[in-house]
């Protein structure tokens, strides 16, 4: 089995736009199947943030699929219905797996826009919402010195190198109870 979500989706929406393009009723109800299935394809993150979610982790933020479901899996019917390949359906379907952070609230008023038949764009649901896009910035919430014996380290990624060990390695040496990594400590210092 192709472990590939997008491209399995790809073939999903293939099958159905095959078995029902020609019934309105049953098509209709096979795009609501393909508007779930891009929900459940993984989030493909842009790089931005909303300015007012800016400084929080990725855990206390929402994943915004700021191209529309629905309207997105209509087109890929519409590609199927056009000759498109799996291959370049898979690749449309990705497309639109692709998220903003932002706050919940933000998600929310999002929604009276996003059901605007005026709102051409993304970008102007977002300006009429009041949401501005910014880079965004991995937020690290735990930072720690490393200790081993009486030598210190900034981070993980050091210690790994010089031990010829992978990170999580490295973390697990410093989170576990054995005696045999006892002088592998962390502190946290924020």
Request: hydrophobic share 35%.
């Amino acid at each position: 089995m192709n472990t590939d979500r997008y491209a399995n989706l790809a073939l999903l929406a293939k099958t159905l736009h095959d078995a029902h393009k020609n019934d309105e009723l049953l098509r209709k109800q096979a795009i609501g199947l393909i508007c779930d299935g891009i929900h459940q394809c993984p989030a493909i993150p842009s790089g931005l943030v909303s300015f007012a979610a800016k400084d929080r982790t990725v855990s206390n933020l929402t994943k915004e699929h700021f191209f529309s479901r629905k309207i997105s899996a209509r087109t890929i019917f519409a590609l199927y219905d056009r000759g498109a390949s799996i291959q370049r359906v898979a690749a449309f379907i990705k497309s639109r797996c692709r998220v903003h952070y932002v706050t919940k609230q933000e998600n929310m008023d999002l929604v009276k826009y996003q059901q605007n038949p005026n709102m051409k764009t993304w970008r102007q649901e977002y300006k009429a919402a009041g949401i501005v896009l910014v880079p965004y910035i991995k937020k690290n919430t735990k930072q720690y010195i490393y200790k081993i014996g009486k030598t210190e380290y900034n981070n993980i990624q050091d210690i790994a190198n010089k031990y010829g060990i992978t990170p999580m390695v490295a973390r697990y040496r410093f989170s576990t109870k054995a005696k045999k990594w006892s002088d592998w400590t962390r502190e946290r210092i924020n």
